[in-house]
Each structure stands twice: as C-alpha cells, then as structure tokens.
C-alpha cells in the first residue's frame, strides 16, 4: 500500500538540517513501491496545519543532492509547538485530515525534544483516530540535548565553527596582548546546556592554550571567583580568552543577560552575555578587552561542517525512511557510539518517549571542579564529533546555493486559523 | 655588503599577515650576498626599540612554510606609534642604534597608514643621522583604507569571512521568519570606512537577497529613514538582515555606540551597534530580531580566506625584499589592478609619502543614493578580492598551526624603556 510522505523540520534549524532532508527525499525513491512522494511542511509544523505542502519530486536530482551544502531550513522551520492532546485535540485532528487528505502515511518531523513529543503524540492519536500513521522523530539541534542519542547532527557542525574561531581568534588576541587587547570574550548558543562552549576546548593543542575560562549554564556565575580567575590568567599568559554560554545564570536563577523577550515555545531570548562580561572586565579590572557574539553564524556555518556531523545527519534521515517503510512508529533514529578508543557509530532506532521533552545537560564528570573548564572525559567525547572537513562548493567566492523550486501541492481542505 | 633585516609587524593582525612574513623571510633566503638573517621584531616595532628580536633564522623551513595558514601575528603586533619626529627624536634615536648594533640595513613595517608613517619618517632620518636604511611599509590591513593600493592584504579575507556569514545566517533567518526572527543585525568592523560592511553585498546571487540595508561610517545615521526602510523590508520579504559598521555615527558625528574607551593611537575602541540597532527595532518596531558582532573573529578567519587575498599577502612581501635589495627607500609594494573585465593584478612600489597617514573611505560612487546599499562598481570593484579558496590543513577537526620557535637574539645595548 503506497503512501505519500510527510517531512517537516522544527525549531532553530542548523547548517546540516537540510543534509538531512536530501538524504531522506534520496533515500525515499529506494521504496517505490511503499513511498509515493515526498511532501515537505511550508514552513514546518504550520504547513501541514496549513496544508502548505512543498512538492519535493518536483525538484531536480541535483537540487535535492546540493542540499547537503544548504545552511538553514529549505523548506521552513518554526518555532510552533502544539499544545497537549487534552488543551487542543483539534490541532491534531487537523493534522490528521490534512494527512487523510493528501493520502500521507509517514509523518518526518526533524527537530529537537519538543519536536520529538509532537511526534510521539501524533503516534499516539493517529491510531485512536482511526488513521494509523508512521511517525518517526529524526534529531536535529546544535545545543546536542538531545536524550537516548550520544550526540545531535548539527552539532559537531556548530563545534567545530566554536573550536576554529576560538583558536583564530585567540592568535589574534595573543600577538596584540602587549599593547593592546588583554581579554577576548566569545559568546555562544546554549540556553540550558553547555554543550557548545565546552566544545571551544577543542581548539586546545597545548597547555596555556586559549580558551583559557569556560562558562557554562550549569555552572553558578561567581563573579569574584571569574574576576578573580580573569586576573591570573592575565598575569600568567599575558591575556585571557573566555567562552560563555549565553545561558549563564547568577545564584539567583537569572540569566546574566536576560531580556523580556520570549518566543513561541515560551523560551527567554537571550543575547548579550559576552558585553556583560565585558563591562565588567572593564570597570573591576581595567583591562582592555574586546567581545564578539556569534549568534546565527555559528548554527548557519555550513562552510567549516563537521564530515561526521554532515555523515550523521545523513545517515538520520536514511534510517528515519528504512524505519518508516518497516512499519515503525514512535521512533527516533539515534546515533549510537561504539566501545574502544577509535570512534565509530551507527544508527539503531530509540522509543520517543524516553527523548520527548528530556534535556540532556554536561554532566557533571564533564565540568571540571573549579567550574570554568571541561574534563578529558568531556574532550574524548566531543573530539570525534567535529573531525573531518566537508567544505561546500563556491561560486564567486561564496558557498554556492542551488534554490529550489518549492512548488505548492493543490489544497484539498478548507483554511485553516492557526 | 650583507646586511640583516629588521622585520615587524603593526596594529590589528589579519588572517594573512604571517603568509607576507613567511614570504618575505622565504624570499630573503634567495639574495644571500645582501642579505643575511630576517630579525622580527617582538610585539612590532617594540621589539627594535626594546631589542627583543626574533631569530627567524632558527625555525625550520616547514614552519616558515607554514606561517601562510596561521592567523594572528606570529612574532607579535603591537598598537605604539613612534610620536613625531620634533615631539620624541629619541625613539628614532634609539631605533638606529638597535639597527646598528645588529647591522640592519633593511626595514620592513608591515601595517596601516600608522605603519606607512614611521617607515617614512625613519626612512627620512636615518640618512640625517648617517646610518642609511632600505626602510619598506608592507600593507596589511582588514580595514582596506590604504591610499594608493588598489587594495589591502588583509581584507579580501575578511569580505569572503562576511560575505559567507551573511549568506548563511541570511538562509538561517529566512527559513525561521515566520514564527520567529524577522530581523538580523550583524555587527563588522570599520572604523571610519566602509569597506568591510559593503564586502556583506558580495552575499548576494540574485535580486531580494540579503543583506537587504547596509549601514556605512560614510553616511550619517538616520533613525526614521533606518527604521522605515526595516519595516518596508520585512513586509515585502518576510525578514530583514542588516550588516553595519562598527563605526556608524549619527548627525551630531557621535559613535552609535560609542564608549570612552580608547587606544594607543587615541582611536576610540568601538563595539555594541548591533545591540543598539536591534534595542531600537524591538522598541519602536516590535519586530523580534537577533544580532551577532564578528569582532576577531572575521578579522582571524584564516579557515576562510580569500586565494586572492593570499596571494596578494604573500606578493607584497616577496617585492618587499625585491625593492630593498634594489636599494629602494620609503616605498610600499601596492597592489595594482589590470583594465579589462577579468581582473589582473601585479605589484608595484608607490612613495610611502603619498601613502602615509591617508585613509581611504569608500567613494560616493561605491554607496547608493539612499545610503543603504553599495552600487554596482562597488560589487566590480570587490567581487575579484574574495575570488578563490585556501583551506588551511586541519588536524583533530581544527586548523593545523605549527607553532615557532622564536630564540631571541642576544642583547647588546644597555635596556630601553618606552
């Protein structure tokens, strides 16, 4: 019995999203006879509330294989998560029509931990519907919160950009520290885990080696204890390299930049943790010093991609379609990684509901004790995940970006409000 | 008559300022009957007048080789600017002695228009105090504003790192606009010139594309005209991404974001326009927005840079010793563009008393009649200067940078303060 697909990516997209769609739609022609098209969410979520369905067999062969050097979501993401069975049972019988309608028995939703609810909610109404459908989570965040999975694609992408420019940036500060700039602070994604930021550790080759503070959401900001760790490090090597979360918290609970701002997922937006730091440097201590934040760049940074970040986000979406045609539900396909000292990993599929809304955090054998560093543990786990180089091709000197044609299915269904 | 050569470093490092002193020390090794070791100076020109020189003599060729994939400044920059001649003839004083202490007859200052300044000013009073010098002012600078040059080493990186960051934030935001962002500020260096935030354009393939408003030091911050032009954009694309200078000002010739810090040149240190921008969009335009400042990190971005602008790096140095084996005093190696649609280029020498203390802004021809965008011949003008890659080599997922030796030279002058 064929079936359509449904594909739909969520949340903060990242620079290997889109390997993943490519794989998945690639992967989906093997089954002919089971899988009909692939239909992917204008905009995620909201296109299949919409019915704004994206035809992806009308894009070319080569369209669909240089999606693997797309940053960004192709098709759409956004940040709209369904509320629970009991508050709105009308968003997913929604769904439900929208997939009757369009004859679609394999529900793909690429995203984090509440993304991977809505899946495994929708696994579970399907059925009582009457509607039974194929829903399969496949991972996808660079904050690597993810539960079950040893590690989230997009991430070592994310970490290697974070490991590169910290050591660039470092050697920059390090010939100007004479007479000029003393401490440089970087700011990074990771609301709640620090994931990121630990992985700036990475760009360490030898000891003294920049960053040279760490700071993680898990950790209470003490500000004596970060001045006065700031100082010695300053008198030791001269100057001072810092990686912070953006989600450093004081011992109050609040984040140290925190802005009113929430978004659809009732998340604080935050931003400016690094010219805190800075200002603070500045009046307490008097050194000089300078900040960057990267924001987006660092989620978007196709052109410095991990190769096993880029192969595990590959790989996710070709075992998202081998799970879905096997008649699996409920699932995720994670990656799994092997004993022994050389990494390796393979992809096993994981039950939603041991991953739906979980955040896995640094563990605590990853910080070290004073709080301002990550363990060897922490480096023999992250080190692997941003090897290889997997540079995009350029055109006139920038990545070059094939654009889809993005053409619309024909509605069957009345408009629908959000 | 062989003599040794003095070479430094000056102001902010590029990602290619180690490729022009790997070749120029690689180029020395070819005229051994005039020229005998390159002494780098430690931390710049501090390193002549405190006597701290580096022996490049002693590192191995592959780690000379290998200074053209390390960012930053290998024997150390620094921001000191020897005072006027009639305000501290001391320091040029004692420049000459350390120069004839260890029989150097060659000067190569690699840096900005500071840099051109003192080249010329030493190559002026060295003849006076009857210990002649080749003095040679090597370009280097992320800021492009050199007079003369048709561009500087230093800056095709740096445009190929912002145009690339554009792009893929651009594809980030766009796909998440939405339910989430609408608007994205990324903050670039340029002080008084816009050269860097107009290299953003080079992001562009097609019409609509980001950036939609570029913000220039050339043009005087309009607040209405700012905020009505962001609002027109995301009505008709759905987002907005805006790159500006660190350096814009508004009517009253104010930084945006000014703080009272400044540095050894009396340059006020700048950072903090793309939380301003974005505070002011969230207040008078409600539209949720993101921003990120690249700081170091574009100016360090080796992992990114421009062939083009290697090469330049890399042929400025090698005509450097070429000029001064010739005899040549107060020149610069400049790069000179070819007529014609396919852009050439060769080196040639230029006085460094036209060069010295000029800083060239963008032409009025290169902004466009609103003030929000670069015009074509700016495109013409910038798209050859990021043409091409030069990956550096990677090792365990980061950049492979093989550190030096740097054995001081023996002192033998009585010590020097600054």
Known sequence: ?????FYAQSGGVTSVINATAGALILESK????????????????????REDLIDTSKESLSSIKNLRNTPGGVFGSCRFKLKSLADNKREYQRLIEVFKAH???YFFYNGGNDSADTAYKVS????????????IAIPKTVDNDLAVTDCCPGFGSAAKYIATS?????????SMSETSTKVFILEVMGRHAGWMAAASALARSSKGDAPHIILFPEIVFNEDKFLSKVKQIVLKYGYCVIVTSEGVKNKDGHFLAESDL???FGHSQLGGVAPYLASLISKKLSLKNHWAVSDYLQRSARHIASKTDLLHAEA???????YAVKGMNGVMPIIKRGKGNNYTWKIEPAPLSKIANVEKKLPKSYISIDGFNVTNKAVNYLRPLIAGEAFPDFKNGIPSIKKLKLEMVKKKLP???V
């Open 103 to 105: 004859n679609i028995g």
């Open 316 to 322: 996710v979406g070709v075992h998202a379609v081998r």
């Open 1 to 5: 019995m064929k079936k359509n697909a």
């Open 30 to 49: 093997k089954y002919k006879s089971k899988i009909g098209k692939v239909l992917a969410g204008k905009n995620g979520i909201l296109g299949a509330l």
């Open 415 to 417: 408009d629908w409000k």
């Open 166 to 174: 910290t050591l660039e940036a470092s050697l920059d500060v390090a």
């Open 124 to 135: 579970q109404i399907s059925d009582e519907m009457g509607y039974p459908i194929n829903c």
């Open 262 to 264: 929430k978004d659809a």
